[in-house]
């Protein structure tokens, strides 16, 4: 049986991937701040730990529920979303829990695909097509997100410490269309650009499963018009 760990497996995207795997019959492993009752194994981390309590945590959760096996995919979907210009009176503490969110999820899950990921296997995390850009209304999470965006590029390069074989990449939305984002989408919001999640769970299943790829270290923009969803690689 194949094995997933979903970094963010409690959260929107993560538990549409859970349920995804799940009924494929891959054993799943989630790793978040609270449990989902749906996967198989879940690792749990205190929002009040260091990073690098976080790791270790992280670390020895996955080992033990993956024994003597491999993981044959780490996906990375912890992230979150907050504005503000250099101004701006939150600026920094905003700054601050971008980087908590996307930066250090995803150096831990770098961290557990370096010594979890099998041989050949797929490490997604995941951007912003907005980080291609600069991004003054929201800074903070411009550059959290195009830290992701280097880090892909350092993963997919000789010497990175990932398993022989292993393909990184990361996908960049826009807009997912989520419960939360919908309850502060203006009214004239036009969702049929917003990416539906299961959209993503059926891509990033297809490359795990390898029915679909991707090239190692390109970031796989996500763009959906009148609601069909297309990936190209960046």
Request: hydrophobic share 45%.
């Amino acid at each position: 049986m194949s094995n997933v760990v979903v970094y963010g497996g409690a959260g929107a995207l993560g538990r549409h991937l859970v349920t995804k795997f799940t009924a494929n019959n891959w054993t799943v492993t989630s790793i978040d701040l609270v449990k989902n009752d749906s996967a198989k194994h879940n690792v749990l981390l205190s929002i009040d730990a260091s990073l690098e309590e976080q790791a270790k945590a992280a670390l020895e959760g996955v080992s033990q529920a993956l024994g003597s096996g491999k993981a044959d995919a780490v996906l990375c979907v912890a992230g979150g979303w907050a504005g503000g210009n250099a101004k701006s009176k939150d600026f920094i503490n905003n700054s601050d829990l971008m980087i908590k969110q996307s930066v250090n999820s995803s150096l831990i899950a770098s961290n557990v695909a370096a010594h979890h990921l099998a041989s050949n296997g797929l490490l997604s995390l995941t951007g912003a097509l907005a980080a291609e850009q600069g991004t003054p209304g929201m800074i903070g999470y411009g550059i959290a997100k195009a830290a992701v965006h280097q880090l892909v590029k350092s993963l997919a390069a000789n010497g990175s410490g990932l398993p022989e074989g292993a393909v990184v990449t990361a996908i960049l939305p826009v807009t997912l269309d989520t419960p939360m984002n919908r309850k502060f989408a203006a009214a004239d919001t036009d969702f049929s650009t917003w990416t539906p999640l299961d959209d993503i769970s059926d891509h990033l299943f297809a490359l795990a499963s390898k029915t679909a790829k991707v090239t190692s270290g390109k970031l796989l923009s996500v763009t959906t018009e009148k609601g069909q969803t297309s990936y190209n690689e960046l």
